[in-house]
């Protein structure tokens, strides 16, 4: 009984330890591709890229070629990923900017809408959350992600209350650790918004195939 027990502990450190340098390895992928994009222009398509690779991680597709999966995907979704990334940058900017205006007038009428604004930002904050999965689940057009991306954010409350806590929680740790940042800052993060996104995709799969057979 004892060299089994020593045996399964060690197959659960090797387990741990391979998903930690797959971590490390996709977030350094990220890094290195979105400062090949002099960031302003690599962020969205690296980002897109990695998820990629997480969403197959997530799928249990553990043998697939990282770097020529990432690099593939960087190529053929760096148009699609640069217009997504400039609608949300300038939809970001403008709630940003209004907010600014509210808070620096002194008419009594614009006070009230600095609520309404703040609930807005919250709101395209937690649609944020889904819009790269999304992205690399479902073959939709730009259109397509924002408004699957809304309405899978409102549709599915538990999922999006778990995957803003838990993003949270992983961003405080890096605060308190920024030594992790180059090695996990976007594949932790990444790899907890895809396994919430793929539990809401299969649950959604099963409710339309309940559908179907309901109306066979």
């Not at 790899?191 to 559908?211: E, P």
């Amino acid at each position: 009984r004892g060299p089994k027990l020593m045996e399964g502990f060690m197959r659960g450190i090797y387990s741990i330890s391979e998903w930690v340098m797959r971590l490390m390895y996709v977030n350094i992928l990220w890094i290195l591709f979105t400062l090949l994009g002099l960031i302003v222009f690599g962020f969205f398509p690296s980002t897109t890229a990695m998820f990629t690779v997480i969403r197959k991680w997530v799928l249990k597709q553990h043998e697939i070629p990282v770097f020529k999966t990432f690099w593939l995907t960087y190529k053929s979704e760096f148009s699609k990923s640069s217009l997504l990334g400039l609608i949300i940058v300038c939809i970001g900017f403008f709630m940003y900017s209004n907010l600014k205006i509210i808070d620096a007038t002194t008419l009594p009428s614009l006070k009230f809408l600095y609520i309404p604004n703040v609930i807005v930002i919250l709101v395209f904050l937690l649609t944020l959350l889904y819009i790269f999965p999304v992205f690399v689940h479902f073959d939709v057009g730009v259109k397509g992600i924002i408004k699957n991306a809304f309405l899978l954010m409102t549709l599915n409350p538990i999922a999006t209350f778990s995957m803003s806590i838990l993003s949270g929680f992983i961003l405080f740790i890096f605060y308190q650790f920024p030594g992790l940042i180059p090695f996990f800052s976007g594949s932790l993060i990444g790899y907890l918004l895809m396994f919430i996104s793929n539990y809401v995709f299969a649950k959604m799969d099963q409710k339309a195939n309940g559908i179907e057979e309901t109306k066979a």
